[in-house]
Structure formats: structure tokens, C-alpha cells
């Protein structure tokens, strides 16, 4: 069975800081692309960032140089370091495992997600 189970969300005052962490079971975990999506009241989801298997990453224009991603395959687990947040950030944050089978099918599952408030 899979799971991903966020953590690290919270209230935070605008210009401050939260490191979400993605512990995820039941996958090669080394194997999958990671991902961080959230979305707003009212608004579709979106791709924040996200880190391949060989750790290459790419992120949202919105939040580049502000949101880190990175993961520790020894721990099973994928980081979203967010500085310097703005109330534009406020959404629910999901995090996303998938992988592309050699059978060209895809693997792709969520977590429940995490909700980050950004307000003072």
C-alpha cells in the first residue's frame, strides 16, 4: 500500500519560513520523480516544484528563489523548504510521486495534503 504523508504545514506571517516534508511507503521511492503541488480556494492545482529521481529539479516561476525542493532517498522523504512566503502562497500543498513504467503506463500517486496559511 502507498502512502505519502505530509507534514510542516501551519500559520506563518508574511516574509517568514516552513519546510514541508513528503515521508512516502510502499514505493522504490528512489526510482520516482517527486513533486509539490498546492491549490488555492477556488483555483486549480498547480506544480510548484519537483525533483527527479537523478535530482534534477524545476519550479514554479512565482517561486523561484524562494522554495527549495530536495529529497533523501535514504529517508523516503522529499522537502519543500518555502522562504520568504507571501499571503499568495496560502493553498493546500500536496505532495506526488509518479513514474513512467517501461510499459509505458504511469505511476502517480498523492499525498492527503497539508495546509499552509500565510497571513498576519
Known amino acids: 500500500q502507498v502512502q505519502l504523508v505530509e507534514s510542516g504545514g501551519g500559520l506563518v506571517q508574511p516574509g517568514g519560513s516552513l519546510r514541508l516534508s513528503c515521508a512516502a511507503s510502499g514505493i522504490t521511492f528512489s526510482l520516482y520523480t517527486m513533486a509539490w503541488y498546492r491549490q488555492a480556494p477556488g483555483k486549480e492545482r498547480e506544480l510548484v516544484a519537483v525533483i527527479t529521481s537523478g535530482g534534477s529539479t524545476s519550479d514554479l516561476d512565482s517561486v523561484r528563489g524562494r522554495f527549495t525542493i530536495s529529497r533523501v532517498d535514504a529517508k523516503n522523504t522529499v522537502y519543500l523548504q518555502m522562504n520568504s512566503l507571501k499571503p499568495d502562497d496560502t493553498a493546500v500543498y500536496f505532495c506526488?510521486?509518479?513514474?513512467?513504467?517501461?510499459?509505458?503506463?504511469?505511476?502517480?500517486?498523492w499525498g492527503q495534503g497539508t495546509q499552509v496559511t500565510v497571513s498576519s
Open positions: 506526488n510521486a509518479n513514474i513512467r513504467l517501461t510499459s509505458g503506463s504511469l505511476r502517480n500517486y
